[in-house]
C-alpha cells in the first residue's frame, strides 16, 4: 500500500492495547534527492489517511512526532475539545425531584440533539448537566 508513493527505506509495523500502528520511512535508492523522503511521506499521507479499511476502520496516516510533541498536541486537542463543550453543556437545576433523564431529554430534545445528560440526585435537591452536539442548541435552550 505505501509502495505506491515511493522508495521504502524501512516498515516497522507493531501491535500494542489500543491496536496495530506502523512506521514506514522513504529514501532515494540513489541518495541524491534530500526531498525525496518528505515528498513521498507527504503523498502517503495525503493518498492514504481517512482510507476506508473494511467496516467501520478508516487509516490514520501522519507524519511521526517526537513523544513530547505528540504529548503536547494530545494536550491541545484535548483543552480544544473541553473549550468546546463549554458552549454545549448546560448546568440545570430547580426540576422536580421525581424526574429522569428520560424526563430531561423530552423537555430538551426540542432544541436540538443531545449529546448525553448526566443527572445528579443530592440532599439539596437534583441537578444535571445537559451537553447538546451543537452550540447553538444549547442556546437555544438557554
Sequence with gaps: MFAAYGNIKSLKLLKNDIGQFGFVCYDDPQGVNKEYGPECAQKAID??????MGGELKLYVRAAMKKSDRELEKKRETLRYKTSKKRCNLYVKNFP?????????????????????KLEKGKNGSFAFVCFK???SAALAK
Design 47 to 52: 493518498g492514504l489517511n481517512g482510507k476506508e
Design 97 to 117: 425531584g421525581q424526574w429522569t433523564t428520560d424526563d430531561l431529554t423530552n423537555l430538551f430534545k426540542q432544541f436540538g440533539q443531545i449529546e448525553n445528560i
Design 134 to 136: 451543537q452550540p447553538d
